[in-house]
């Protein structure tokens, strides 16, 4: 399991994103990928929780690095099967309280096509 390739790309994801790499997180995604978050369903209403292609992703990312410059995933389960990956990790940002998450990948290709945040 250790080289599933979907299991990769989690890996690849977890490693950009604490990284606050932003090219190298959004070379994981297909160009039309679909991404939705009950943090983005906060902060932006008017998207309805969802935002759409690479540059969506990309403001999105760089507006939560910008506003939490201490913003990192500790992740404590993956599983993938041969179209998704389930990953469990802890949100941690300095000063706030611990958020344990979920979040599914959807994946096509080696690239990632959807995504769902799932957290209370």
Do not use: C
């Amino acid at each position: 399991m250790a080289s599933d390739p979907h299991l990769l790309v989690a890996r690849r994801w977890f490693a950009a994103f604490n990284a606050h790499d932003l090219e190298a997180l959004l070379a994981l995604y297909a160009d039309d990928a679909r991404h939705f978050s009950p943090k983005l369903q906060q902060r932006r209403p008017e998207t309805g929780g969802w935002v759409q292609g690479k540059e969506a992703l990309r403001d999105w990312w760089r507006d939560a690095f910008d506003r939490l410059p201490t913003l990192r995933y500790e992740p404590t389960r993956l599983i993938a099967d041969g179209t998704a990956i389930f990953m469990e990790y802890i949100r941690h940002v300095e000063g706030e309280a611990d958020l344990r998450v979920g979040e599914v990948l959807e994946v096509r290709n080696g690239l990632i096509t959807a995504s769902r945040v799932y957290h209370g």
